[in-house]
């Protein structure tokens, strides 16, 4: 089992429409998690971080269900600009700073 | 305020060459790391410093060396290039271990 399973997509959606991202994680020792965005062939930039309450950045809402191990990315109201591939990213817990991270989802939204 | 800034950006080889790859930060932060990036891999670490003069092993570190020249560099070395070491290379850092990391734009280097 990977520490760090994504759904792979491609997601292919119109713009303004709702999109969901699913990742789980095996390490319950896991304190910290990152959703990072990465346009092709650029490095990964940080998009936001998820904690246990869930956390709202604008069209962004990351949610954290540390019971389940699951962690949740929903963009609103999707733009062409959004499309990238979205790296779920999770701290190794009692291995310092190193992170986990997930294959990447691929979002593509169309006009 | 550049962040963390890799070099070179591109740079091809031939089977046997060495270089070294250059990272250095401008955010004061204490750790940095090493991945690679191959196609269908994800971001794989290959090194990583915790703090200024110390370095330790990731998940595939064979035929690479690093140096962690101060708090500021931190440097990835290719003694024989393989083709098999064809990657895009992220260098990063990260202020203390509950903190994200922060990514270079990357070396895309190709062994020939």
């Known amino acids: 089992r990977k520490e760090v399973e994504q759904d792979p997509g491609p997601f292919n959606v119109p713009e303004g429409a709702t999109v969901a991202f699913n990742c789980t994680y095996s390490n319950s020792a896991s304190q910290s998690f990152f959703w990072y965005r990465q346009d092709c062939r650029k490095e990964p930039k940080l998009l936001m971080s998820?904690?246990?309450s869930g956390n709202e950045d604008g069209r962004f809402t990351a949610q954290l269900n540390r019971a389940s191990q699951y962690i949740s990315l929903l963009i609103r109201d999707s733009k062409l600009s959004d499309s990238a591939t979205y790296l779920c990213?999770?701290?190794?817990?009692?291995?310092?700073?190193?992170?986990?991270f997930g294959q990447g989802t691929e979002l593509s939204v169309k006009p | 305020n550049a962040g963390v800034t890799q070099t070179p950006k591109f740079q091809v080889l031939k089977t046997g060459q060495s270089m070294t790859l250059q990272c250095a930060q401008d955010m004061n932060h204490n750790s940095m790391y090493w991945y690679r990036q191959d196609p269908g891999m994800g971001l794989r670490l290959i090194y990583y410093s915790a703090s200024e003069g110390t370095t330790d092993k990731g998940e595939v570190p064979n035929g690479y060396n690093v140096s962690r020249l101060n708090k500021r560099e931190f440097s990835l070395r290719l003694e024989s290039a393989a083709p098999s070491q064809t990657s895009v290379y992220f260098c990063?850092?990260?202020?203390?271990?509950?903190?994200?990391?922060?990514f270079g734009d990357g070396t895309r280097l190709s062994i020939l």
């Open positions: 990213v999770v701290n190794k817990g009692n291995q310092g700073g190193k992170l986990i």
């Open positions: 998820v904690y246990s």
């Open positions: 990063a850092n990260q202020e203390n271990s509950n903190q994200p990391q922060h």
